[in-house]
């Protein structure tokens, strides 16, 4: 039971990965996640930590964050409950998509997965109220090595689906540097952030 589509996308090692889902009258079933699976898919990580939040209200804006250094994480990330605009950026120095980003609608109806490699920076803004959002980790939280890059990052130009003004902050989210402040302050190479 539970095989995987796993789709490629535009930016590197990054995927979009899609669980059977069995549904009749009653609901559905579907195994989110099965280590025997993704290992027969080339897809082979010792997750170690699930993280858990919940966001309200439409509008909140979480990220963009990562790790840096020996505590970068690999994310595999699901919703539960809602649905969000899910983004990521490269910010492997050296990476032929340095710089770049892209965004995907994660939600409960559609049960995609996707899987962020380690230096990657990380957000999402909630598009329904109530979202739960669910994420596993190849590696623990380190809040020495906590990371962020602006959400409304000039050069990036992310085309988030609300108004920069009208999105829901935490403050340390208002206070990320640009991708090109925060390497000036932090050199670091392809696969070390």
């Not at 609901?27 to 280590?35: A, P, Q, V």
């Not at 910010?91 to 939600?107: A, F, V």
């Not at 996707?114 to 190849?138: Q, S």
């Not at 020495?144 to 920069?164: C, N, R, V």
């Amino acid at each position: 039971m539970g095989k995987l589509t796993i789709t490629e996308t535009n930016l590197k090692d990054v995927k979009l990965i899609e669980p059977a889902v069995f549904g009749d009258h009653r609901g559905f079933f579907t195994e989110s996640y099965s280590d025997q699976d993704f290992k027969e898919a080339g897809l082979a990580f010792d997750f170690i930590q699930d993280n858990h939040s919940l966001s309200t209200e439409p509008g909140v804006l979480r990220g963009l964050h990562f790790q840096k250094g020996e505590a970068a994480q690999t994310k595999l990330i699901r919703v539960v409950t809602g649905a969000v605009l899910d983004v990521i950026v490269d910010i492997r120095k050296g990476s032929p998509t340095y710089g770049k980003w892209e965004g995907y609608i994660l939600s409960a109806s559609n049960h995609r997965q996707l899987l962020v490699p380690r230096g990657f920076a990380h957000g999402f803004v909630t598009l329904t109220e109530n979202v739960n959002f669910l994420y596993k980790c190849d590696n623990y939280y380190d809040a020495a090595a906590d990371g962020g890059i602006a959400f409304d990052d000039p050069d990036l130009a992310i085309t988030w689906p609300i108004d920069h003004d009208k999105a829901i902050l935490s403050e340390k989210d208002k206070h990320h540097p640009t991708l090109k402040e925060f390497e000036a302050e932090n050199p670091f190479v392809y696969g070390e952030i």
